[in-house]
């Protein structure tokens, strides 16, 4: 497989980061294809912690070159300051790249971003204030300004001054807030220009020509499927293509580049702000597994809501992305839980619904419809194989694989590298066809 990709399938924070930190050992190249610093990836190397917000998790690799790709909005002095804390922790950066096309997130889309979230009130989205809708929003009115602007300040400063003329109407007569001064901006992103000018590049055509000479490449997405900004819980969504999909966008690489889709999926489902979940657990439950999966937001320190796994919503996320294979994460923090359940479908109205109902109206008022399987007491983050699990952990897998009809490639029983139970996914292929997964056995 000359390239992979790597998508949550839930609401984001399935531990795609360790996922991708895993893999990375196999590949030449990483590539973000979306998203911002809203994200926030965890890799565990011994003793060190690292939140990954705009860096993909293969940085600590040295031979692996890193993209920030196209469709990733960048906001440098979150960059900088993560790469600051690359150096302070003895990891080189030298084959960072970004993309020439990413565009900048500029200090008014944070303070709109805010603002926005005030103003919304009850109905706030919850984001992570980091000004993604905003920016996401002046990409597509073709008023934002890329990193390559930052190469040529003349035009960044006419942009800059144009765009701010607008952007400061509506932060004094809308929001009634001091407006932002030009000359102050100006001045700061042309330091910044000066620190991460060097890493701006053509990223879609180094990409494409790493894949030409059979290079092997991950690709890392951010969020999850139900965070898409098409496909997911709208408007309480992020603004970017989480599903495979945005890697073709966003890295700007044809469909027929990606050989393999692997979706992460955690062994429960958890979500940060506001939107339908219909699965979500409200009694002491959720609060064990929040504590125990210490399920607190890597970007925010939110808490994560929690809730029981949701097999529509992976079915889903099997279709959305057409999914090779599964790699279930945090099965260690089921331990203990008994019964499991697992949602099979939802009922709404007197109807049975197995695939994600279309209105929205039905995510919100549905009733799920649970399935029990059997917990497991024993502490599972040392096994090492599939058959060194407990009978009732397989059995659980077993379920997932079942209900979604794709096979399960990895799982992982705790956040280190080691953690990881691989299984060999290509013979588990066979035994599931394609084109047969609309079929559901539930
Ligand atoms: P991402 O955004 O999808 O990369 O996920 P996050 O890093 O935001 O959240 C996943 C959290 O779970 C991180 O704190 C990881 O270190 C942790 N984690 C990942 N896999 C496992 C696992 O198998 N077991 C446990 N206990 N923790 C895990
Ligand atoms: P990773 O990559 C979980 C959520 C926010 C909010 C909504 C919109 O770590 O999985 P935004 O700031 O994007 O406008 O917020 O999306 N959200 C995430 N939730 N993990 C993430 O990223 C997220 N990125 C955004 O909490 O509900
Ligand atoms: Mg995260």
Redesign the pocket.
């Known amino acids: 497989m000359s390239s992979t990709v790597i998508v ?1 399938s839930q ?4 531990g ?2 360790r996922i991708v930190d895993l893999l990375s050992g196999q590949v030449d190249m990483v590539v973000r294809f979306q ?2 610093d ?4 965890t890799v565990v190397k011994g003793k060190d912690i690292f939140k990954l917000h705009f860096i993909p998790s293969g940085i600590l690799y040295p031979d692996v070159t890193c993209v920030i790709g196209d469709g990733v909005v960048l906001n440098p002095e979150g960059l900088i300051s993560e790469l600051d804390d690359m150096k302070s922790k003895n990891i080189k950066v030298d084959n960072l790249k970004i993309s020439c096309k990413a565009h900048l997130v500029m200090p008014y889309h944070i303070m709109l ?1 805010k603002a926005d979230e005030h103003r919304l009130g009850k109905s706030m ?6 000004g ?2 905003p920016v996401y929003s002046d990409k597509s009115a073709r008023s934002g300004i890329r990193t390559q602007d930052l190469q040529d300040l003349k035009i960044f400063r006419t942009k800059l001054e144009e765009e701010l003329k607008f952007k400061n109407a509506i932060i004094e007569k809308i929001y009634k807030m001091e407006p932002l001064d030009p000359g102050e901006i100006f001045n700061r992103y042309r330091d910044y220009a000066k620190r991460i000018g060097k890493y701006i590049t053509d990223t879609s055509l180094l990409i494409n020509q790493f894949l030409n000479l059979n290079r092997r490449v991950l690709f890392e ?4 499927v139900m ?1 898409d900004i098409d496909h997911g819980t709208y408007p ?5 293509s989480t599903t495979a999909g945005g890697v073709c966008t966003g890295a700007g690489v044809g469909p027929g580049r990606l050989d393999e889709v692997i979706g992460v999926v955690k062994a429960y489902t ?6 339908p979940f219909p699965t979500e657990i409200k009694d002491g439950t959720g609060d064990y597994l929040r504590e125990k999966g210490n399920e607190f ?4 320190g ?1 808490p ?1 809501r929690c809730g029981w796994l949701d097999a529509v919503i992976l079915r889903y996320s099997a279709m959305l992305n057409y999914m090779d294979s599964m790699a279930i994460t945090k099965i260690d923090v089921l331990s203990g839980i008994n019964p499991i359940k697992i949602c099979t479908g939802y009922e709404y109205e007197g109807k049975r619904f197995y695939d994600l109902p279309c209105h929205q109206t039905i995510l919100h008022k549905c009733t799920p419809i649970y399935e029990e399987v059997g917990g497991w007491n024993e502490d599972i983050s040392g096994v090492k194989d599939f058959e060194g699990l407990p009978a009732a952990t397989k059995k659980y897998i077993k379920r997932i694989e079942e209900l979604v009809k794709v096979p399960v490639s990895m799982i992982s029983v705790g956040p280190e590298r080691s953690q990881v139970i691989i299984i060999d996914s290509s013979v588990k292929k066979r035994l599931f066809d394609r084109d047969k997964r609309s079929t559901l056995i539930v």
Do not use: P
């Not at 309480?236 to 970017?240: I, K, L, M, P, R």
């Not at 937001?297 to 925010?300: C, I, P, R």
């Open positions: 949550g609401w984001g924070d399935e795609k980061g998203g911002g809203n994200a926030g990836h971003d989205i919850g984001t992570t204030h980091k993604i809708g997405g951010a969020q999850g965070l309480y969504v992020t603004s970017s958890t979500r940060v702000g506001s939107g937001g890597t970007t925010t939110r994560r």
